[in-house]
């Protein structure tokens, strides 16, 4: 099944649970990319859909999400490491930090 809107985004990893899919992408910002520095500019986003009817999504309320969503938490953060459990989900960041 091809996901749209996940088109403009190389997908690095992809995790599932038992009714709920976390995935890590990334974005080039052209803005901040030159020719010289490949490479750079590339931003980390991090999706979500499926059912969140134990928060498992990282999104506000507990509706079935059919279309992946960026969870925006994670705009700013460094993430290493991500994974599901039948209804919950782990995101490590750093070495210790987890979500």
Partial sequence: MMIVSLLNFRINDVVSGAHHNICIGTTRDVSKTKSSDEGKGKETIVFSWGDNEFG??????????????????FNDKILKKIDCGQNHSLFLLGRTITY
């Fill in 56 to 73: 498992q999504l990282a999104q506000e309320g507990d509706e079935f999400s059919e279309n992946p969503k960026i969870i925006e938490w």
